[in-house]
């Protein structure tokens, strides 16, 4: 791990501003993916602004009904909260589906929206990654590609984003809110948070330079059934091979997002009206342009009986 300065914000918006007097500065509140990422010397940051001491822990009502989640609550709290519980059971469910109890006391509710891709060759410096070190090459496509990208991804790059909690934040239509180092706030709908890889696979949010995320708010509640399935190689620290979240409600329509397939949560709205058609109209209208590798073609497959299963556990629910 090189050196690095350390600093302590007094506010979000002295976080954000001192984070553009450094060359290279990151945010750090839990750390789980941030330090793994130093030691291994994927991420650099000659300036480190510790966000703990701000008051951005806190899960509140909105005025509209939903709740905004600051976004330094901690993903175990996020989980157990009996308001999420209730409401957003899709979201409590992702949560408590992704990593180990230990790195869920630590991990935050922003810290988890940004964390980077688990593809094996981002991992190692070895081999060439237009991610890592732009321009370099996708080592995945012509390699080991089982876990990575099926759909939205490119010819520069095909990993996925590893987080079970945005794949609940994008069906449910949460918002991230911000704030630059000019002082200047933003709310962003969680569908534009994350870009799809293009030429630029560096380049993985919407968020401007030394932007922070301050909170995470959900819309009031849906109702319905709410069921999370995630699939993967063995039972624990391990990151799905696809996910399904889903939102049915009584009359058979409802909200569907993947994870696993795609360079960020994959929802297609205009194809969620197909759910009462089955799962297999509603795979073909969520994956339409797939192109999968010939060793993660699988994928298509398994998306569409896990969707299977998830509406029929939802039928028997209702």
Same mark, same amino acid.
């Given at each position: 791990m090189r050196p690095f300065t350390y600093l302590r914000a007094g506010s979000p918006a002295e976080a954000a501003a001192m984070a553009a007097q450094g060359t290279d500065s990151r945010f750090i509140a839990g750390g789980t993916n941030l330090l793994d990422l130093m030691k291994? =010397?994927?991420e650099t940051p000659t300036q480190l602004i510790d966000l703990n001491g701000l008051a951005l822990d806190r899960i509140e009502a909105t005025p509209e009904g939903g709740? !905004? @989640?600051? %976004?330094?609550?901690?993903?175990?709290? /996020?989980?157990?909260d009996a308001r999420i519980r209730k409401d957003y059971g899709l979201l409590s469910r992702a949560l408590l589906a992704g990593a180990s109890?230990?790195? +869920?006391?630590? %991990?935050? $509710?922003?810290? &988890?929206?940004?964390? +980077?891709? +688990?593809?094996? #060759?981002? #991992?190692?410096? &070895?081999?060439?990654?237009?991610?890592?070190?732009? *321009?370099?090459?996708?080592s995945a496509i012509s390699g080991f590609s089982r876990p990575l990208g099926i759909i939205g991804v490119s010819d520069a790059c095909i990993a996925t984003h590893p987080s079970d909690m945005a794949v609940a934040m994008r069906a449910l239509d949460a918002h991230v809110e911000t704030? !630059?180092?000019? *002082?200047? $706030?933003?709310? @962003?709908?969680?569908?534009?948070?994350? !870009? /799809?890889?293009?030429? $630029?696979?560096n380049i993985e949010t919407t968020l401007t330079a030394h932007e922070l995320i301050t909170s995470v708010t959900l819309p009031p509640p849906l109702g319905g059934t709410h069921i999370y399935q995630k699939v993967r190689d063995r039972a624990s620290y391990a990151f799905a091979l696809i996910s399904v979240g889903v939102v049915i409600r009584p009359d058979g329509s409802g909200r569907v997002a993947?994870? *696993?397939? %795609?360079?960020?949560?994959? +929802?297609? =709205?205009a194809a969620e009206p197909a759910m009462a058609q089955g799962a297999k109209a509603l795979t073909e209208q969520l994956l339409a342009g797939a192109t999968p590798t010939p060793e993660n073609a699988f994928k298509l497959t398994l998306v569409e009986r896990t969707l299977a299963s998830v509406m029929a556990q939802a039928r028997a629910q209702a």
């Open positions: 291994l =010397e994927i709740l !905004r @989640i600051g %976004a330094l609550v901690k993903n175990t709290d /996020l989980a157990a109890g230990q790195l +869920r006391n630590m %991990a935050t $509710t922003a810290g &988890n929206l940004l964390q +980077r891709t +688990r593809c094996p #060759y981002f #991992y190692d410096p &070895n081999q060439p990654c237009n991610k890592r070190q732009p *321009g370099s090459g996708c704030v !630059r180092s000019d *002082g200047s $706030t933003r709310v @962003i709908p969680i569908a534009d948070l994350h !870009r /799809l890889p293009g030429g $630029t696979p993947l994870g *696993g397939v %795609a360079p960020k949560p994959w +929802r297609v =709205e």
